[in-house]
């Protein structure tokens, strides 16, 4: 059987790789994730010392936090409740996750060196099917990355991800068209930001910065794909199996993605902007400019 079986979409490449740091044998695969594949690497597993395995658990999980996460550059742990002792091994546990990451990314895209920015690195000990959400919340529906209160203005985001299950439970995704046929399908049919409109969101603190046209366009796809139940039955997709011990890397503002179901994750994000990329007009900002015609950082 193989080891990422029911990805009859081909968006998913395969590589045997157990060693996180510079002994790995896959390099500079660029092409392959700017492409918009998710490379998984189902014998690259996050070891676990025994004494973290106490962190499998939901209850270290604030539940008013969305995940338990450390953020960088402070290097804070957020979102989790425990004794002090307790969450520094936690936090420990995080940063070496965020460090072998980091570690795997630039032996994988040697290209991305001095360029890329680590954001967030988030355990998610919490059961994804047992959480009720808005519908625009709801990662169980196929999308891309886009974030209201966050405008990217075309920094791209790369996501490294590892199962830590336990139980032998998968991490269980679908994914879908590639993004360009994504973007076609909503493209004519939405409009331009309402003028001033970025500059209000960016001066009362509903954005972080200016959200720019790139940034609408993203949120829009988000929010359509999300709301049409027709697209989410019916559109090209296929279901992947993340098993307990599998690494996987992509592009999520690229790769159409649905979380359906698992527990226990790790997950590191990282920045880069767009010109630094190996081929530049393979992002999302490039395709959606070639379909707009124009620029869209304005
Ligand atoms: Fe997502």
Same mark, same amino acid.
């Given at each position: 059987?193989?080891?990422?079986?029911?990805?009859?979409?081909?968006?998913?490449?395969?590589?045997?790789?157990?060693?996180?740091?510079?002994?790995?044998?896959?390099?500079?695969?660029?092409?392959?994730?700017?492409?918009?594949?998710?490379?998984?690497?189902?014998?690259?597993?996050?070891?676990?010392?025994?004494?973290?395995?106490?962190?499998?658990?939901?209850?270290? !999980?604030?539940?008013?936090?969305?995940?338990?996460?450390?953020?960088?550059?402070?290097?804070?742990?957020?979102?989790?409740?425990?004794?002090?002792?307790?969450?520094?091994?936690?936090? !420990?546990?995080?940063?070496?996750? !965020?460090?072998?990451?980091?570690?795997?990314?630039?032996?994988?895209?040697?290209?991305?060196?001095?360029?890329?920015?680590?954001?967030?690195?988030?355990?998610?000990?919490?059961?994804?099917?047992?959480?009720?959400?808005?519908?625009?919340?709801?990662?169980?529906?196929?999308?891309?990355?886009?974030?209201?209160?966050?405008?990217?203005?075309?920094?791209?985001?790369?996501?490294?991800?590892?199962?830590?299950?336990?139980?032998?439970?998968?991490?269980?995704?679908?994914?879908?068209?590639?993004?360009?046929?994504?973007?076609?399908?909503?493209?004519?049919?939405?409009? @331009?930001?309402?003028?001033?409109?970025?500059?209000?969101?960016?001066?009362?603190?509903?954005?972080?910065?200016? @959200?720019?046209?790139?940034?609408?366009?993203?949120?829009?796809?988000?929010?359509?794909?999300? !709301?049409?139940?027709?697209?989410?039955?019916?559109?090209?997709?296929?279901?992947?199996?993340?098993?307990?011990?599998?690494?996987?890397?992509?592009?999520?503002?690229?790769?159409?993605?649905?979380?359906?179901?698992?527990?226990?994750?790790?997950?590191?994000?990282?920045?880069?902007?767009?010109?630094?990329?190996?081929?530049?007009?393979?992002?999302?900002?490039?395709?959606?400019?070639?379909?707009?015609?124009?620029?869209?950082?304005?």
């Amino acid at each position: 059987m193989p080891d990422i079986p029911l990805d009859t979409l081909d968006v998913v490449r395969s590589y045997d790789d157990r060693s996180w740091g510079d002994h790995g044998p896959t390099r500079a695969v660029e092409a392959v994730v700017e492409a918009g594949k998710v490379l998984a690497f189902p014998h690259l597993a996050f070891a676990l010392a025994e004494p973290e395995r106490r962190f499998l658990d939901p209850r270290w !999980a604030d539940v008013k936090a969305k995940n338990v996460s450390v953020r960088w550059p402070s290097g804070k742990l957020r979102g989790a409740v425990g004794a002090p002792d307790d969450l520094q091994a936690l936090r !420990a546990m995080i940063v070496r996750f !965020a460090e072998q990451s980091e570690a795997l990314a630039l032996r994988l895209f040697p290209h991305y060196r001095g360029h890329l920015r680590r954001g967030n690195t988030s355990f998610r000990p919490t059961d994804v099917a047992g959480r009720v959400r808005s519908w625009r919340q709801d990662d169980t529906r196929l999308h891309v990355d886009a974030f209201p209160s966050n405008p990217m203005r075309g920094t791209r985001l790369l996501r490294v991800f590892s199962n830590v299950n336990p139980n032998g439970e998968p991490r269980r995704w679908r994914v879908g068209e590639p993004f360009e046929a994504h973007a076609r399908r909503y493209f004519a049919a939405i409009g @331009r930001p309402l003028p001033l409109s970025a500059w209000l969101m960016a001066a009362t603190g509903i954005t972080k910065r200016r @959200r720019s046209e790139y940034d609408h366009l993203m949120l829009q796809l988000h929010d359509r794909a999300k !709301a049409d139940a027709e697209f989410q039955r019916t559109s090209p997709q296929a279901r992947v199996d993340f098993a307990p011990g599998t690494t996987w890397v992509c592009y999520s503002d690229q790769v159409l993605h649905a979380a359906m179901g698992g527990q226990h994750m790790l997950e590191q994000t990282f920045q880069i902007d767009a010109p630094h990329l190996a081929d530049p007009a393979s992002a999302p900002l490039a395709i959606l400019e070639r379909l707009a015609g124009r620029p869209l950082l304005s």
